[in-house]
Structures are given as C-alpha cells and as structure tokens.
C-alpha cells in the first residue's frame, strides 16, 4: 500500500510539475516533461545548420496559454492549444487529406494507406499551422494525434443533431460548437515515460518550415529528376512496353519525368529495380 501511494504521488508531482519552455535556437522552443526515451528521432538527427543562427528570434505563441503535457501510467498526454480559425497540415505524406482539422490521425508507416487515418509511405509526428508555426513531437513510439476533435467535458450541451446518424469521419469526429471549452490538439503516447515538443515559429508557415528543416540539419537537395511527373509501369511491362509508353508520352506532349518499373516475385526485385533482367530488360541501358 506505502508502494502504491508512493508512487502515485510521483505521478502527480510529474504531471503538475511547473512546465516552461526554453529557446534552444532562434525561434525554436522545447517543452519537456518525465523522463524521455533512448531513442528518439532528436538523437538522431544532423547537426543545426549555421543558416538558422542567422534567422531573427520570435516570440513563442505558446507563452500565455501554455502546452500541457501529462504523464501518467498509460504514457504521456500533450494538450495543444488550437483556435476556432485554425488550420492545421502535416503529419507526413497524407495522400487522404489536405487540412486535418476534425481528424484524427496516427502516422504509422504502411505501404497501402486506407481510409484516410494517418497510414502512410513516410508519417512524421509533426504538423504545421496557418498561424506561422510548427510542433514537433519528439518520439518514435506510435503516436495518436485528435486535432480539434477531443474537448474537456465541462460546460457540455448536446447540440440539436447530436442524436442523427453521422454519415462521414468529419461528422463522426467533429466537436460540439455547443461546448464552452476551446478547441486543441491532443496528441497521445502510449508507453512514454516522458516526451518533448519543440516549437518552430515562423512567423509565417514558409519560415516556420524552414527553421525546422535547418534545425534538423538543412537537408539535401533530391535529384532534380526526381522531382518531376512520374509514370509507373505495370508488373508484366517489358523493354519495349517501357520505350512504347515513352514515345507515346513525348509524341502526345504529356509531361514525363520518369518512368519507372514495378517488381514482380517472378523475377529478382533488387535487379529489375536497378538495372534490369535479362528476360525483362535485356538492354537496360540502352
């Protein structure tokens, strides 16, 4: 019983603990709370890129109503501020949505994303606002984002149509207007014995990106082909399928960057994604 109550006053002193943040670099602020995993994605990362020591320092939206992070048995609870003109972008290559307000959204890594719930080719827990800043979660664990969906139950009158059959994930998701409290962004880490969230802060979207991308090392520059319009062929495409849809593609003035070939199990995926096989694509570099 003593272990029990000991216990649950370090978990209290830890979840209302004075939470203040601290400029680490121009316009990039951390908030930290617990005690925060080995592995995460800040350990990992380049080198700040001396561009960023050159951007003007900016106030933090953050400095009167705060970030709040909770840290309890289940793992770790982040409750960010969002206004009611709010929009808010991000979280990875979302091939499913453009603004994810009224959304919830679990970045994980998935080859064939579905029904619009955050799966993706490349997830980040972080996102972006209309308001000129930027927050990143610093985890690798899986991550659960509700972005102006989950409300504090206070002050809560239903509205006329709560009782009506929602018939979308925005209907199913969307906050009463009828609660008195603000709307925000709640993120949960499950497991997490403590988490940081960094700030980035514009004070425009562009700048706010940028200061992330220098924070995190600058970047490379992609190949500019790469950049381009893509065209993918099918599994059972050979050489001349590849040089007739070329053709096509030039002769009827459609842009065309690249094309590019799907592996099939039938063949040697690492060779037909290089350089080609013998039966597929005799003279790959031809």
């Not at 490349?122 to 930027?134: C, L, T």
């Amino acid at each position: 019983m003593r272990t029990f109550i000991t216990s649950l006053v370090l978990s209290v002193a830890i979840t209302t603990q004075a939470q203040t943040f601290r400029q680490i670099e121009p316009g990039v602020y951390l908030l930290a709370a617990g005690q925060e995993d080995a592995h995460t994605p800040l350990r990992y990362k380049e080198p700040v890129a001396k561009q960023l020591k050159d951007m003007p320092a900016t106030d933090n939206p953050f400095a009167k109503e705060g970030i709040h992070i909770e840290v309890n048995a289940r793992g770790c609870v982040v409750d960010i501020p969002l206004a009611a003109d709010e929009n808010i972008y991000g979280f990875g290559l979302q091939m499913g949505s453009f603004v994810q307000n009224n959304k919830k959204k679990r970045p994980l890594v998935n080859d064939h994303p579905l029904k619009d719930l955050g799966y993706t080719h490349a997830p980040q827990p972080f996102y972006i606002s209309n308001k000129g800043y930027a927050v990143l979660i610093n985890t690798a664990r899986y991550t659960t984002f509700y972005i102006g969906t989950n409300r504090k139950n206070t002050d809560y009158t239903p509205s006329e149509d709560s009782q009506k059959a929602k018939l979308s994930t925005d209907e199913l998701y969307r906050s009463s207007t009828q609660s008195s409290s603000k709307p925000r962004v709640q993120v949960d880490i499950p497991g997490a014995k403590g988490i940081s969230v960094l700030v980035f802060v514009g004070p425009d979207m562009n700048s706010a990106l940028r200061r992330y991308n220098l924070f995190a090392g600058g970047g490379s520059m992609p190949a500019l082909w790469g950049l381009g319009m893509k065209f993918r062929l099918k599994t059972d495409s050979k050489q001349e399928d590849a040089y007739r849809i070329a053709h096509y593609l030039r002769n009827k003035h459609i842009p065309c960057d690249v094309i590019g070939s799907s592996p099939s199990g039938k063949h040697e995926p690492t060779r037909v994604r290089t350089c080609g096989t013998t039966s597929i694509f005799p003279t790959p570099t031809s």
